[in-house]
């Protein structure tokens, strides 16, 4: 009863992310996208929402069954929808988490605890309504397949992993591919077989070779059935080839020792690395491959932290001695303190709910009444702006824009450059008032502040 309680405190500390939550930019066309599928019984190949790309620009919708499921929170919860998508999703993958590495967690209650703040601090930063936490939970299921055949040749639970790469292809196609590189990278591992100083690796059976090559090419085959069908196999490789979208999207960067808030990433990956090297106990070559990809992964884009913390949570606990720091005495106040903290937090995060807007209602209508042919926005708003049936110059689907539009947002954006209002003579624009486009609009002849609120501005063409 005492190792529950345990795993239970751990559960409430990793839910304390969910004081992070917010909307983001994304949110607001995810709904909007799932929304159209519900009304439309289709997934949309080409863009529905930009007036500058519609039905012109290619569109690989590869989060479309998200979308659909965010689109059901919105539905059936309203204003409350996109904080329960998090708090349900999240609530599972903390679960799943935490229980299947229950008997690691309580052998070391001091070093669980250290952990647990670690997973706390790595989901508060990613704690937004998004299809990505789908896919941390599909992530967790299939390490924990992999490694179950990997330790036990009778492992029937392989079967599984297509179908997981089916879901994960509809729910987050843009990091699918993880399953069949993950049974990959288990395959090659598992028919080595040396020992070098602490590094070790043992040669896996026939009967499990066979499993892993079955279950890389049915979850290769997996990758193929969605609406987009093989454009999903290379997709993701091109996502992370876009030097437009990796130098501009603020999730493809990578952390930074200069900025103080990326130093907890830098001290988790110090924490993995030093246990590795003070450890005295043998390391697996799959262990020791799986964490070199990930730590290289994570430093060079924030978005791959989560799956580092994910893979070294099953990896990790082999170093850790069994610990003698016992608080038997004290679980049932430190429950009770981290539900009274629990229930203030989600108290607060449900009055704050409605709290959506990120343009007030005044400028929106005030949009919607001039109906600008040739707006252009700033890249955080489009998602809004589409939430509201605004048409977009451009949003948060960056890898849709990244061959079209996105150099020319940023460099409008951040420099002002009149050649791109040149070329795309717009009529109206929407920025904030901290960008550099503002200090070069104010001195504008060709464009007049017409409207603004809470550091929103509008700007139209003189006529």
């Not at 491959?289 to 791959?304: D, H, N, P």
């Not at 099953?314 to 608080?327: A, C, H, L, Q, T």
Request: aromatic share 18%; charged share 15%.
């Amino acid at each position: 009863m005492k190792k529950y309680k345990f795993i239970l405190i751990l559960l409430g500390i990793m839910l304390l992310a969910v004081f992070n939550f917010n909307f983001g930019n994304d949110y607001f066309w995810h709904v909007k996208t799932g929304e159209y599928i519900i009304n439309n019984l289709s997934v949309p190949t080409y863009d529905i929402f930009s007036w500058i790309g519609l039905n012109n620009f290619a569109w690989i919708s590869h989060e479309w069954l998200s979308e659909v499921v965010i689109y059901g929170f919105k539905a059936i919860f309203g204003d409350f929808g996109p904080l329960f998508f998090c708090l349900i999703m999240y609530g599972i993958l903390v679960c799943l988490l935490l229980f299947l590495n229950k008997d690691n967690l309580i052998k070391n209650k001091l070093f669980s605890l250290l952990w647990i703040v670690f997973g706390f601090l790595v989901f508060s930063a990613v704690m937004l309504p998004r299809p990505h936490l789908i896919s941390y939970i599909l992530f967790i299921i299939c390490v924990y397949i992999l490694y179950d055949l990997y330790d036990n040749e009778d492992s029937k639970k392989i079967y599984f992993l297509p179908l997981i790469s089916v879901l994960w292809v509809n729910f987050h196609g843009g990091s699918s591919n993880l399953t069949y590189i993950l049974c990959l990278i288990f395959l090659i591992c598992g028919l080595c077989n040396f020992k070098f100083g602490r590094l070790e690796a043992r040669r896996i059976s026939k009967k499990q070779i066979k499993k892993f090559i079955l279950g890389f090419v049915l979850s290769f085959l997996g990758i193929m059935i969605n609406p987009h069908g093989i454009k999903l196999i290379t997709y993701p490789y091109e996502n992370m080839q876009d030097k437009v979208m990796i130098s501009n999207i603020t999730e493809w960067f990578s952390p930074s020792l200069n900025n103080i808030g990326d130093l907890w990433a830098f001290v988790l990956i110090g924490v993995i690395v030093l246990i590795l090297i003070i450890s005295k106990k043998r390391i697996k070559f799959i262990n020791l491959v799986l964490l070199g990809a990930f730590l290289f992964l994570a430093l060079k884009s924030y978005r791959f932290m989560p799956f580092l913390y994910i893979v070294s949570s099953f990896i990790i606990f082999d170093f850790i001695d069994k610990g003698n720091f016992e608080f038997s005495k004290f679980l049932n106040v430190i429950m009770a303190l981290l539900i009274l903290i629990l229930s203030i937090v989600l108290s607060f995060k449900l009055v704050n709910s409605y709290n959506q807007k990120m343009i007030s209602d005044d400028i929106i209508n005030y949009i919607k009444k001039v109906k600008p042919k040739r707006l252009f926005n700033f890249y955080g708003y489009g998602g809004y702006l589409i939430y509201n049936n605004i048409p977009v110059f451009i949003d948060g689907r960056a890898d849709m824009y990244s061959k079209h539009t996105l150099k020319d947002t940023f460099d409008l954006q951040n420099n002002g450059y009149n050649y791109i209002l040149d070329k795309y003579n717009f009529d109206m624009i929407i920025i904030p008032k901290n960008i550099a486009l503002n200090i070069y609009l104010l001195d504008s002849d060709e464009y007049v502040l017409s409207k603004q609120d809470d550091g929103v501005l509008v700007y139209e063409k003189k006529l």
